[in-house]
């Protein structure tokens, strides 16, 4: 290397662009953790809309008016109305809201329950954990909405057997990641240090389990709101759970069926699209949580 | 291995028992008094002394619960399911003619969905980044998230009502004799549900092949065999699919239950005479009977749905076959 | 130096010789006039998360982790490639094959016997000219049997030919007929190691590349495994050994590079290790001075290379 190369540009630069490029890495979408973070939190701010929305309207809801019965969408009624006259913006909107906070209180419900039957299978002995692994497989084995009927068949339908139904049936599969997730922390080195350093078991617990723990617990939360919110619907449209006069969406498809020949398909198109849309908002906010959470994707 | 098989036929069994008593339980808890709600129907008018007095021992009010469950498990393995007041036929009746429905319905759908799905992900995890990737990805993202009812209420809008390709629902044709429906009349009234449930069941098979897919391929043994000088498809073909075929059908067996699930919706969707739409009913009107004996049988399903998955994932892969035969 | 891997001179270089930045054993040969491999400016490199920006905003961009390095490999020699666990070894391997992560930025300058090469080129000569033994036993499918995968599917040959190439290659390596019908999971570890060095010599390779060939097994074991290496170089084929135990390096190798941080530092002689003076990089003589016979010492320019090999 002549010394006059490196005073006029760096050597290592003029070289680079001279060296074949033998493989070109894909071109992948170049994002940063703050657009994560933003869809994040752009997608919770939409669902919180949803729901205010949803609670604003529930009166217009209801209200049925006979001179604009069964009309197509347009530009008063955007989703059409129904065969009373009700606009279908309205129930839509109302209908998701219930069916959304339904869906969260069962899904913290359940994510509750999956944390402390974890707890007790990984930390309370051999025989505590090969009974909640029993328990688990078999509430596997009944298809979930059999025991979703099963339950709110029990509590007599209403919105307290939907709501505890749900509750009821979707800590399972959390319970499983949980529990692998505590037992690895408990078998960890710096668990395993704390202890020879005599730290009590409160203690350890609190500095070293939970913020391990918690990451996994949060974001297993919120993916489960999709799966509570759909299942909501699903037992609501097959009739059990919410009295009709409760605009659901469950309840909004399940009436809409009796039209559907006679050509309305605003009645089930609509409210469909928009559980649809709104289950996606949760996944986003759900998977990008999960991003930034996870230390195993977090160089996505 | 016959004491590997015979290993999970009695867990199978315990894990029945245990639903049937919890079934029992819930159906028991429920405000609903199964004799009170059905004293309208026919039949109930049209039963005898004698059943009527059957049906309080195993539902009625007074009676103890564990005795009234003692009472049903006699029974029930002496072969007598009781009777359904909802459909006034014996409820082993009843099951076994919608099981074998639902069965139908289930097993097009679980293999449209398992083979569709699987080669998607495949490709998609060949290809991951390319365009058929995301757009297999989106596919599965939006599935995910869209109820199976929904779904099988816009096919039902768009190709039953205003294309009138299909029927709008049963299983046969109406005021047909069951004698004269032919193979292809059932064909055509299971085409949408069998579609619908397919089109769901895809995303989930589909986004677990593709991660798997992308796991093997960064996977040691391609990563040599394509030293060696093999190519991309080659090497997925020789190696991939071996893999990938045993997480994929053991996930297919243990999906059972979402198809089952599925299979609920979409017969009330479609009016399908099949076990979930028995089951609506029955929950719906207070048929405990029949209630109960679906639920065994449902989770019957899935069980040996995962007993299958067990067995063959034994049989087939020679880390765990020559294992237990090392052992004994 | 770029036009110099066409027109070698056609002659041996002596013991020691200085050409190419890099010193000649006894054993190197320039068959043809060039050599058998050689790379030159090779960068790899992947998109990361910036570590030094604050945790949200921070931006990808490109990390280097092979980092302009250069080597050659010559006819009837070993070529050890020493450096710390997981430094980025085995990228290197995989960039010599041709085998590319699909995130990686991949740069530089690949002569296979001669020829310049370029992403298909490297693809034809995989299994055909080059031949790679990996690790462990976890580069076998697990599903197919040992004789199977080791036969191959190449389109070299027809069926019988390369079941009677793997039989005559499995009684040299006294691997009896029974190992055919194994599954991966099933062989001992003496066995993996020879049906791995049988997968590469099925076809017959003129240059093969070691992966760290001999895990855990002890310094003698592992000199005794790498004969087989031996007598291929001496063959006439050329063997890049890539390995973390610098001591096994000296004892099989002919010439030892130096890999670290990314790169080359230094290519040498065997016979430069002799004593830290004929060493020129600070880090080869901190190396000198940490094996065992020169009582671990660190004293050497450590600072230089906080990452010496384990």
Redesign the interface.
Known sequence: MGKWNSAALHP?ET??MS????????R?R?????VT?ASCIGAAVLLAIVVVAGQLLAGQAVTADFSAKSLMPSADHLFGTDWMGRDMLARTFAGLSTSVLIGLLAACVSALIALAIAAIAALGGKRADAVVTWFV??F???????ML????????KGVVGVTVAVSLTHWPSLTRVLRAEILQCRESQFVAHAQKLGQSRLRIALTHMVPYVLPQFIVGLVLLF?HAI?HE??IT????GLPPDIPAIGII?SE??SY??A?M?WL??FP?LA???T??LF?VVGSNLRRILDPHS??E | MARFILKHIVRLALLLFAVSVIAFLLISLSPVDPVQANVGQAAWTSMSEAKRAQLAEYWGVDVPIWQRYVNWLTSTLQGDLGTSLRYNAPVADVISWRAGNTLLLMAVAWVVSGVLGFTLGIVAGVKRGSIVDKVVKAYCFVLAATPTFWLGLLFLMVFAVALGWFPIGFSTPIGKAAADVTLLDVAHHMVLPAITLSVVGVAQIALHTREKTIDVMESDYVRFARARGMGTWEAVRRHGLRNLALPAITLQFASISEIFGGSVLVEQVFSYPGLGQAAVTAALGGDAALLVAIAVVSSAFVFGGNLVANILYGMIDPRIRRGEAARG | MLEDGKRERAHDHTQAESHHHHTHAKTSHHVRGHHLLQVSNLSVGFRMYDPDASFFSAEQRMSYVIDDLSISVHAGEIVAVVGASGSGKTLLADSIMGLFEPNAEVRGELWFDGELMDQASLAGVRGHGISLVPQSVSHLDPLMRVGKQVEGFGSAGSAAERRARRRELFERYGLGDEATVLYPHELSGGMARRVLLCCALMDDPKLIIADEPTPGLDLDLAVKALADFRSFADAGGGVMLITHDIELALRVADRIAVFKDGAIVEETAVANFATPDTLEHPFSKALWHALPEHGFSVEGDVSAGGDAPC
């Open positions: 290592r070289q680079f060296i074949p490029v033998l493989h070109v890495p894909l992948r170049v994002t940063n953790r703050k973070v497989d078999l596997m084995g009944i298809p979930h909405i059999v009927i099963l339950i709110s068949y029990a509590l007599g999709p759909m619907a699903a449209f097959l009739g059990f498809l809409s069926m559907l020949s050509g398909w089930a198109l469909g559980l649809v849309l289950v996606m996944d977090s160089q």
